[in-house]
């Protein structure tokens, strides 16, 4: 598809949705349709909707305004300053991916590589935050090493299939956040809604799979010698960040930072052009757009560009994250 003029690009730059793509997954379920309202493919077990993408592989599509039906890659081929800012490159990826999991069954042990050695394994790193947005009563998460766990510890474990024992778990409510910086590791447990926005990589090295199957029956691949590698083992039983009522910094790293906004209805929230782009992503609530008349909904994601102006209206209690500074 011809990518539109520049005249018709900055004429209608506003708040962008995108179609989201669902992914099979062995841990997942129908539950983006009852907590999100999605419409899911038919007969499939579905653990990711991926938002916002830009990868050889998979490419978010526009829903809305005078863009839609082009790729993110395409506007960002035509018109990589007027959505990222000045010095920004068409030809190179969108750095954010932004994910909704719905982990009805615990997640394989796992691990990102750093950015020091992913290039030596062929990988790319990956820094992820978990933001739970919606948890079943006893839900958990596994991230870290238990206390003084030693590598060498971690291995005999793994060869004894006990590698539980050695991982840091915790229990886990709405509204709880925590980074999983590359080589942090780190598993889902069951009964998690979560808001996952990292950086574009889709690098994961499985360590350990608790002795599930995959959708075909066969034992899921391991990739041992590659996580031992990657793995953090000063990585000691860090903590999640719990939720505060108005504006929270939740995350603020070298590949992006993540604000929360807890607004009541009829309040109000700008922000401005010409400072950041940036992607918003309703956690609760519904919202109107000024300019636009955009309505931003519960579990919508969107892409500010950095040219556009955003007014932000309440329509019911929201809370809202705002990614920006990557």
Not at 102 to 128: F, M
Not at 183 to 195: V, W
Not at 294 to 315: D, E, R
Request: proline share 6%.
């Amino acid at each position: 598809m011809a990518i539109l003029p520049q005249s018709d690009i900055l004429r209608g730059m506003q708040l962008i949705e995108f179609l989201p793509l669902y992914k099979e997954r062995v841990w997942g379920g129908r539950g983006l349709e009852t907590r999100l309202g999605r419409t899911l493919p038919q007969d499939k077990i579905i653990g990711e909707s991926w938002e916002v993408v830009d990868r050889p592989e998979a490419q978010s599509v526009i829903a809305n305004g005078p863009h839609t039906g082009h790729s993110l890659r395409e506007l960002l081929e035509g018109h990589a300053e007027a959505v990222l800012g000045p010095g920004a490159k068409g030809d190179r990826p969108f750095p954010i991916l932004v994910k909704w999991l719905d982990c009805q069954d615990r997640l394989s042990l796992q691990v990102h590589p750093p950015a020091t050695i992913a290039p030596s394994l062929g990988g790319e790193p990956k820094t992820e935050n978990w933001y739970i947005a919606e948890c079943d009563p006893g839900a958990s998460l596994i991230v870290g090493l238990k206390e003084g766990t030693t590598r060498e510890q971690f291995e005999v474990a793994l060869e004894k299939n006990e590698a539980e024992s050695c991982v840091h778990r915790f229990p886990v409510k709405p509204g709880d956040s925590i980074l999983v910086e590359s080589g942090r590791m780190h598993a889902i447990d069951a009964g998690n809604l979560i808001l996952e926005i990292q950086q574009n990589s889709d690098t994961t090295y499985r360590v350990y799979d608790w002795g599930r199957v995959g959708l075909d029956g066969a034992p899921r691949d391991l990739h041992i010698a590659e996580s031992l590698q990657s793995i953090d083992f000063a990585d000691f039983e860090p903590a999640p960040l719990q939720a505060q009522a108005g504006e929270q910094l939740l995350a603020d790293c070298r590949e992006f930072r993540i604000r929360k906004f807890d607004l009541e209805r009829g309040e109000t929230l700008h922000l401005p052009a010409h400072k950041s782009a940036c992607l918003l992503h309703v956690v609760e609530g519904t919202l109107a757009e000024k300019e636009s008349g955009l309505h931003l909904k519960k579990g919508g994601n969107y892409l500010q560009p950095y040219i556009t102006s955003v007014h932000l209206t309440a329509a019911t209690p929201v809370t809202l994250l705002v990614t920006d500074h990557f």
